[in-house]
């Protein structure tokens, strides 16, 4: 005989994953990465139409490309790059160069890594492994590709004076900027997979992309790099995120 009603009601909660789970005709869908019955784990994927995806990279190419020729020739954009540091030299308030402080050393290198490898293995233990593979190229590949840059343009950073010691590698594009956009940015994308209201779905995602650009900024700010080639960065990071995203999307397909 089928079960009454009210028995249903009474089951103990470790023992109603399929009823609560599930997908029933008319009600409203399983949370992403959720049990979903006999089905077992289903991983969430990282919401993005092809199409955004596609039109994302290809306006950050250009940008990228466009940034490249001013700083190769000495556009617009590479004057404004001088009297920008100049300014911060001469007049950034302190308060500000603390302020920046923090979100610099968020977009270093190390804290970087170290950030997406604790995320790396929060994901393993949820049993979300192409997420934790996606992160890890990512995280790896935009250094390794914003570094490698650096070698090829050879720009050096602002002479006007900076708020903290000069790093001794190139300025165009800023690491930071780069790593901060595609690791940051990838990170509020797989929080925003696991949150069920569309509200904290989009906050999660601004808030990833908003540490990103802030990363980037405080290079400005403490004049250790260029607007230029922070630019550069946030544009090479973008592309680098959304062409990985495409990637993960055609290889889930």
């Known amino acids: 005989m089928p079960p009454d009603r009210h028995e249903v009601g009474t089951i103990p909660a470790h023992m109603r994953d399929g009823f609560v789970d599930s997908v029933t005709p008319g009600g409203p869908p399983a949370p992403l990465g959720a049990r979903t ?5 289903r991983e969430p994927r ?28 000495g556009g617009a954009v590479s004057e404004l790059d001088e009297d920008v540091a100049a300014w911060v030299a001469r007049s950034m308030p302190t308060s500000a160069e603390w302020l920046a402080r923090p979100f610099t050393w968020l977009g270093s290198g190390v804290a970087t890594t170290v950030i997406a490898a604790l995320a790396v293995v929060l994901l393993l ?9 996606l992160l890890i190229v990512v995280a790896l590949g935009s250094q390794l590709l914003a570094n490698t840059a650096k070698l090829g343009y050879e720009r050096a950073r602002p002479e006007a004076g900076s708020a903290i010691e000069l790093p001794s590698s190139y300025s165009f594009p800023s690491g930071h900027a780069t790593t901060g956009v595609a690791v940051f ?3 509020g994308l797989v929080v925003a997979a696991h949150a069920r209201a569309p509200g904290r779905r989009i906050a999660a995602i601004v808030t990833g992309f908003a540490i990103g650009l802030a990363a980037g900024a405080s ?29 993960d999307m055609l290889l889930r397909r």
């Open 37 to 41: 019955g006999a089905s077992g784990w």
């Open 46 to 73: 990282l919401a993005a139409r092809p199409w955004v995806l596609l039109a994302t990279l290809a306006v950050a190419l250009v940008g990228y490309a466009a940034l490249t020729a001013d700083v190769v020739h």
């Open 125 to 133: 233990r949820r049993r979300e492994r192409r997420n934790a593979a």
């Open 185 to 187: 940015g990838l990170l």
């Open 219 to 247: 290079r400005v700010v403490l004049n250790v790099h260029y607007v230029g080639d922070v630019l550069a960065g946030y544009c090479l990071g973008l592309a680098w995120l959304c062409a990985w995203l495409l990637v």
